[in-house]
């Protein structure tokens, strides 16, 4: 499985995100521009001395990720879509793809996986989305559940 973050914004989600990249055995793909220094302390402090155990790849942009990308199929989540992330039926080598905190999924590629599109349900109306850290969570645990892996 992997986790790929399209310009994140947060060093603190990102380190929690390669924590838990860490404890599920998923590869977090990074794709620029970052909103932070790889080196950041906040990052680092997320991640714990967990940082260097991540499967981390780094890309410098959509396109060399697109180029360079390992198969399977590109899944995307956005707190605008209408499609449940529990309607998707998870495979071991889905590509589990979230945008920045603050812009979400750049309009390019939201237009381009329209089709591969899911969201998480919020039940308020005081509530736009959820923390990208919290998100991810939800999401790969969901697809290693039906994969079989938790």
Same mark, same amino acid.
């Given at each position: 499985m992997h986790v790929v973050l399209v310009a994140p914004e947060i060093p603190q989600n990102t380190g929690?995100?390669?924590r838990l990249c860490v404890a599920t055995g998923a590869?977090?793909?990074l794709i620029e521009p970052l909103g932070f220094s790889i080196t950041d302390r906040h990052l680092r402090r /997320?991640?714990?001395?967990?940082? #260097? !155990?991540v499967d981390l790849v780094r890309h410098p942009s959509w396109d060399a990720f697109a180029t360079a990308r #390992?198969?399977? %199929?590109?899944?995307?989540?956005?707190?605008?879509a209408a499609r449940s992330y529990t309607t998707a039926r998870y495979r071991e080598d889905d590509l589990l793809v979230f945008g920045g905190e603050? %812009?979400?999924?750049? #309009?390019?590629? %939201?237009? /381009?996986?329209? !089709? /591969?599109t899911f969201g998480i349900p919020i039940a308020s109306e005081h509530v736009r989305s959820l923390n990208l /850290?919290?998100? +991810?969570? +939800? *999401?790969?645990?969901?697809?290693? %559940?039906? *994969?079989?892996? +938790?």
């Open positions: 929690s995100i390669g590869t977090l793909h /997320a991640g714990l001395d967990y940082w #260097p !155990h #390992p198969p399977g %199929r590109l899944l995307c989540f956005s707190a605008r603050s %812009r979400g999924l750049p #309009p390019a590629i %939201r237009a /381009a996986l329209a !089709h /591969a /850290a919290t998100a +991810v969570a +939800v *999401v790969l645990y969901e697809a290693l %559940r039906q *994969v079989g892996k +938790v």
